[in-house]
């Protein structure tokens, strides 16, 4: 046999026995690092294949939520040993190190030994023959030992909270070393449950697919916060395919983006404007508390995300609910004083979903939140402008930045376009078991910080217009 055809055998064989899941795992942390695709999306594109069974896919989702949430040490300890610099590996290689390193340092199930194998493996298909020294070199000197943490402590901390250091300090400014220390264990934490809530509208059918069969193995509980809120545990598993959501009965939600919605205090016939709706959960909720008898405007700039949010509407019908492709931060002047509730739930840092977006930690530092302060403060001028006298305006984000958060609502109040607006005093308003998660930095207003509640960081302010 000619060494050619030894060595496609040979590699026919490897791929035989390459592991579906890793070749998944590694795809998704490529697509995450390198392209700038968020894991959940690239997940649901990449866990349909029909090669990969319920365990598969479990195992999949654990190493690609661990490497993310990781990633800063493991870069750290891959720097370590490799003579070359992280950033200038070939991207194949550096998401198969990464998915490597974490199955030799974080997971409780992979020997050393498959890591560094199974590792060589995937480097031999997806980056080739000459790339697997320099890979097998790397795995298996940190086998060896693992790479202690830099004596710097502020630099020690941050790595061991999952966090690179630029954020770990922004966290550390905001709000102190310990609650940084804190936020960094809980943005690690794989969330235990799924938080839904049921469509207003048809309560009976969701209280009986509570009690049916399909329901009885996710365990169903009723949330202590806010109103309407259930729990399941999905023990990884597909929440979408119960015939419960695909019949429209519930729908997933987090519990701090359902109290945002109510604390917009809709009622029936009020006219409604959402700023940033897509892809619509706020949108649909409004809409059905108030049983669809209220009208409802809902725009995105994205022409892609205002088509799936006009078919999100149309199939749970939505009739009452007008979506437009239009940038918030330029909404028409015929819409001046127009709307007797308005919600600006803007585009932000996300720092409150770190356990369910772990590659954000990796995107965001100063500068990524410095560009976000002028647009989000434009959508919040114009949502004002679109307020009707005696009107309510909402401001709405998922992170924990202070500059995005309070600052923003200070700012405004203290603008030409802020003048006539008051600030809401939520506290009374806040259910029981968060009635502490009031903000120090601008009282009245809400800022849901993890890890003393069990959901996402969210702040909430709300201000309201005055007659005159």
């Known amino acids: 046999m000619s060494q050619r055809r030894r060595q496609t055998k040979a590699h026919s064989s490897i791929q035989e026995r390459q592991d579906p899941a890793r070749l998944a795992a590694v795809a998704i942390i490529r697509d995450v690092t390198e392209e700038g695709v968020f894991s959940n999306e690239s997940a649901a594109t990449h866990l349909v294949s029909h090669e990969l069974d319920a365990r598969d896919r479990a ?43 974490w199955q030799l340092f974080f997971s409780f199930h992979v020997p050393p030994r498959a890591a560094c194998d199974e590792s060589v493996r995937l480097t031999r298909i997806l980056a080739g023959e000459r790339a697997t020294g320099f890979v097998n070199g790397v795995m298996r000197s940190l086998a060896r030992e693992k790479p202690v943490l830099p004596e710097d402590e502020n630099t020690a901390d941050a790595l061991a909270s999952g966090l690179p250091e630029e954020l770990y300090r922004l966290l550390m400014t905001w709000y102190g070393k310990e609650q940084a220390k804190l936020l960094g264990t ?5 969330p235990t449950s799924l938080s839904i809530r049921p469509d207003m509208r048809r309560p009976d059918h969701f209280k009986k697919w509570m009690t049916g069969e ?10 202590l916060w806010p109103d309407n809120a259930y729990a399941l545990i999905s023990a990884g598993r597909d929440v979408t395919q119960l015939s419960g959501y695909l019949n429209g009965l519930f729908s997933l939600q987090s519990q701090s983006a359902m109290l945002a919605a ?60 007008t979506c437009h492709c239009l940038d918030a931060s330029k909404l028409p002047s015929s819409w001046d004083y127009s709307y007797d509730r308005v919600l600006c739930d803007v585009p932000c840092s996300g720092l409150g979903l770190l356990p369910k977006r772990p590659e954000i930690r990796s995107r965001v530092t100063s500068d990524t939140i410095e560009r976000l302060l002028p ?13 009707a006298r005696g009107g309510t305006l909402l401001y709405s984000t998922c992170t924990l930045s202070p500059p995005e958060n309070e600052t923003q609502i200070m700012t405004f109040l203290n603008s030409p376009e802020g003048e006539g607006f008051i600030l809401d005093d939520l506290t009374s308003e806040l259910p029981l078991p968060v009635q502490n998660m009031v903000s120090t930095r601008l009282p009245g207003s809400v800022l849901l910080m993890p890890p003393g509640m069990d959901s996402d960081g969210f702040f909430i302010a709300r201000l309201r217009r005055l007659h005159a």
Not at 72 to 101: H, T
């Open 59 to 101: 195992f999949v989702t654990a190493m690609v939520w661990g490497t993310l949430c990781e990633q800063p040490y493991i870069d750290y300890a891959i720097s370590s040993v490799s003579k070359r610099p992280v950033s200038s590996l070939d991207a194949w290689v550096r998401a198969i190190l990464r998915l490597g390193v």
């Open 375 to 387: 647009l989000q403060q434009e959508i919040l001028k114009n949502g004002a402008k679109a307020t």
């Open 214 to 223: 399909e329901a009885a193995s996710w365990y169903p509980q009723c949330l």
């Open 186 to 190: 809980w943005s690690k934490s794989s």
């Open 262 to 321: 109510q604390f917009l205090g809709v009622q029936i016939n009020d006219r409604v404007l959402d700023c940033c709706a897509a892809p619509g959960g706020k949108t649909r909720y409004i809409a059905e508390i108030t049983n669809d008898e209220t009208m409802i405007t809902a725009c995105d700039i994205s022409p892609d995300r205002t088509d799936k949010l006009r078919s999100v509407m149309k199939q749970h019908g939505h009739i009452n609910v």
